[in-house]
């Protein structure tokens, strides 16, 4: 084992300091109860109820994808320039807010804003938790813990959703609104864990310039010129979008098409879910698993192409194969995830501008999640779901070989430097 992984593994399973883990299990609570969207399973059955349209429903989810996306940069500059705490706060005060909405107003424009609040909510989160955390274990010297950390928070939040969706069916018989005020109190909680964070300390030094207090589109450009002047930065950061959009794609647009290929009775398909959802929540939660083995990078590659090649896997498979390949490649986005928010972290220089940067990730992932999501479209038109997914390993592959190449130039490029100092 190279004496660097070595290092790292002997670092993550030293015991943080007692306000370390104070503040990961904060963050733990505020990711589970700030995601907890309690009427998930049946918001489109609520919208019907009140009187909305089918037309008007997924009008109203277009709008929200695009508000969210242009909602990113600034709110990214937000938290950098807030702290992001602050903006922790803010996004969950929002989250309050935006869930109540639909109780006060079930109608097609308290449900348009409903939805814009909670673009808004989510845009001041996206960035700003991942940052702060980062930048809190890195204070203390703990960064060795920021990936299990990162991982237990997202495994939670998902056992959680597998232990309250169940019970949504029924508490709707006992209040018809009960999923929303219970999202807004679960929000609530989640402002009480952002508020209980403890501050970072302001950086000082050469190495952490200060924010410069000028304008939000000045802010985002020197936010862009960081990402220009990083070596690794915007290779990794296409890296990661091969694992957000086969998982983004695979559970919201092929889910039910390729059960329903394999003639899997709709009923069972909730089933499936859940079991998707366990493999992932335990893939998050095992994140060392890989990273005592390999580099983080290498381990987001070959988790990556292990999606890829288990969505292919279910060309030849029938019912049951499908089910098993869907739990792999679950599990595999459960373990990668983590481990490719650290890349990004680590890869981001001393900077004031770190949530804007995490934004621009993330609007770069959307946007090829909505022009992979056309061409899905395209294919299921087609009838050619088979090629679909054997294409779609393929171009994954392809990808992930490109950014290897590039990731090792530019590494050879960076030691060359230092090999010739004295």
């Known amino acids: 084992?190279?004496?660097?992984?070595?290092?790292?593994?002997?670092?993550?399973?030293v015991r943080p300091p007692a306000a370390v883990l104070r503040a990961i299990r904060l963050n733990n609570g505020f990711q589970l109860l700030f995601n907890l969207l309690w009427w998930m399973p049946v918001f489109y059955e609520y919208q019907k109820r009140a009187g909305l349209s089918d037309s008007q429903i997924f009008g109203i989810q277009s709008v929200y994808y695009v508000a969210f996306c242009l909602l990113e940069i600034p709110t990214g500059v937000v938290a950098d320039r807030i702290g992001q705490r602050r903006c922790m706060q803010l996004g969950a005060v929002v989250m309050v807010a935006a869930n109540l909405l639909p109780v006060a107003s079930p109608s097609f424009a308290g449900f348009m804003a409903h939805f814009l609040a909670i673009a808004a909510a989510r845009s001041l989160v996206s960035g700003a938790s991942s940052a702060y955390l980062y930048e809190y274990l890195r204070e203390h010297g703990a960064?060795?813990?920021?990936?299990?950390?990162?991982g237990t928070a997202r495994a939670l939040g998902l056992w959680a959703k597998i232990a309250c969706w169940p019970l949504v069916g029924v508490l709707t018989h006992v209040r018809h609104d009960a999923p929303y005020v219970l999202t807004a109190l679960s929000a609530l909680g989640s402002l009480a864990c952002a508020a209980a964070l403890p501050a970072i300390a302001a950086p000082?030094?050469?190495?952490?310039?200060?924010?410069?207090?000028?304008?939000?589109?000045?802010?985002?450009?020197?936010?862009?010129?960081?990402?220009?002047?990083?070596?690794?930065?915007?290779?990794?950061?296409?890296?990661?979008?091969?694992?957000?959009?086969?998982?983004?794609?695979?559970?919201?647009?092929?889910f039910q098409p390729l059960l329903l290929e394999k003639h899997l009775p709709v009923a069972d398909h909730g089933a499936v879910l859940s079991a998707m959802t366990v493999a992932e929540a335990v893939g998050s939660a095992r994140t060392?698993?890989?990273?005592?083995?390999?580099?983080?990078?290498?381990?987001?590659?070959?988790?990556s192409v292990v999606m890829a090649l288990t969505l292919a896997a279910t060309t030849l498979s029938g019912a049951p194969g499908t089910i098993l390949w869907l739990c792999v490649f679950a599990a595999a986005a459960g373990l990668a995830y983590p481990v490719q928010r650290n890349l990004i972290n680590a890869a981001i220089p001393a900077t004031p501008?770190?949530?804007?940067?995490?934004?621009?990730?993330?609007?770069?992932?959307?946007?090829?999640?909505?022009?992979?999501?056309?061409?899905?479209g395209a294919y299921l038109a087609a009838d050619r779901l088979d090629a679909l997914l054997v294409h779609a390993a393929v171009g994954t592959c392809l990808l992930l070989l490109v950014v290897g190449v590039a990731l090792r130039r530019l590494r050879r490029e960076g030691a060359r430097p230092a090999a010739g100092q004295p």
């Not at 985002?220 to 890296?239: F, I």
């Not at 804007?356 to 992979?372: F, H, K, M, Q």
Request: aromatic content about 4%; glycine content about 8%.
């Open 353 to 376: 501008y770190r949530a804007t940067l995490l934004s621009v990730e993330s609007i770069i992932d959307r946007g090829v999640c909505a022009l992979v999501a056309l061409a899905v």
């Open 288 to 303: 060392g698993w890989m990273r005592g083995r390999v580099s983080d990078t290498t381990a987001v590659t070959v988790l």
């Open 1 to 13: 084992m190279p004496l660097s992984l070595l290092r790292a593994r002997t670092a993550r399973r």
């Open 204 to 254: 000082r030094g050469a190495d952490h310039p200060p924010v410069a207090r000028v304008g939000l589109l000045d802010s985002a450009r020197q936010a862009v010129g960081v990402l220009g002047r990083s070596r690794s930065l915007g290779p990794l950061m296409v890296q990661g979008v091969a694992v957000f959009t086969l998982a983004r794609i695979c559970q919201v647009n092929l």
């Open 143 to 150: 960064q060795a813990h920021y990936v299990q950390a990162e």
